[in-house]
């Protein structure tokens, strides 16, 4: 997979668990070396050989500087360079037992289980530069290269578009929103019947509501996000995964319910929904959910 995506990537050699460093542990140095030869050759000078230094021993004799001085050797060998990083867990040092606490809520377990998983000493903070130059003085480039990386990291998010994932089901030249009032009116007619044109209820117009929130919604270009949702709510009542009635700001819409999104009539028992306009609740969802 990296080597089909690898375009526009900076790979690092990552922590101890990384397969270069595993395979140093593990005395397999000629298999080491073989996979930074791989990553060199794919990444070129976007691959960096990742050293760190949070005082810790591993098997076989090994610890962290010696680890870090044998993969600074390899680096030069095969003209990688080589860049300095940190493990970080909590922001500063003395918050190192309240991440411990939090690990232990997260995992179900205790402090005085010997057999949970607990990260050694308290090193794993946010280092700032002058302590991160002062641990790898003996490597001064290597603080130098994490500069370098990132300045390669130059990139301007884009605030102005909003970027929705397409879906995936359309037919060949079926645009998603012809699919989308192609499933809202199947479902209308299976909600209120064939005749749902025509149905009225508490002063609604069951059609003129629904083209209404259709042309809101095509408007904001939320007709893919709409058929996504229909399709992984639908996947999850047919495999028997529990579903809620609906929430959110536009649970109110027909069009969800058509969609069997939801389950309340929303023109019936409005009384019990807040109501908000469609257009506000559609742009406080893309928000709410990180939605661009």
């Known amino acids: 997979m990296l080597e089909q995506y690898h375009e526009g990537i900076i790979c690092q050699s990552a922590c101890v668990q990384g397969i270069i460093q595993q395979n140093v542990l593990d005395g397999e140095f000629e298999t080491a070396y073989e996979w930074a030869r791989r990553f060199k050759g794919l990444f070129g000078d976007d691959f960096y050989m990742e050293i760190q230094d949070h005082g810790l021993e591993f098997r076989n004799g090994w610890n962290d500087r010696k680890l870090d001085e044998y993969l600074v050797k390899m680096a030069h060998e095969l003209g990688i360079k080589v860049i300095a990083t940190n493990d970080f867990h909590y922001l500063n040092r003395e918050d190192a037992p309240t991440q411990d606490i939090l690990s232990c809520i997260g995992k179900a377990t205790t402090l005085d289980n010997p057999d949970r998983m607990k990260m050694e000493g308290s090193e794993f903070y946010m280092k700032t530069e002058d302590e991160m130059r002062d641990?790898?003085?003996w490597v001064p480039e290597a603080c130098d290269n994490t500069l370098d990386v990132a300045s390669k990291c130059d990139y301007e998010l884009d605030w102005n578009s909003m970027y929705l994932p397409q879906y995936p089901g359309l037919r060949p030249g079926e645009s998603a929103d012809a699919r989308f009032r192609e499933e809202c009116e199947k479902g209308l007619a299976k909600?209120?019947?064939?005749?749902?044109?025509?149905?009225?209820?508490?002063?609604?117009?069951?059609?003129?509501?629904?083209?209404?929130?259709?042309?809101?919604?095509?408007?904001?270009?939320?007709?893919?996000?709409?058929?996504?949702?229909?399709?992984?709510?639908?996947?999850?009542k047919d495999n028997g995964i529990g579903?809620?009635?609906?929430?959110g700001s536009a649970a109110g819409a027909i069009v969800a319910y058509a969609m069997n999104i939801t389950s309340f009539e929303p023109a019936r028992e409005r009384p019990h929904v807040r109501e908000v306009p469609l257009a506000?609740?559609?742009?406080?969802?893309r928000y709410r959910y990180g939605l661009r």
């Open 135 to 137: 641990l790898f003085s």
């Open 191 to 236: 909600r209120y019947g064939d005749d749902w044109r025509n149905v009225v209820i508490d002063g609604i117009n069951v059609r003129e509501r629904f083209e209404y929130e259709y042309k809101v919604i095509c408007d904001k270009g939320f007709a893919n996000y709409f058929l996504i949702v229909q399709d992984y709510v639908q996947w999850a």
């Open 243 to 247: 579903v809620g009635p609906g929430r």
């Open 280 to 285: 506000r609740a559609l742009r406080d969802a």
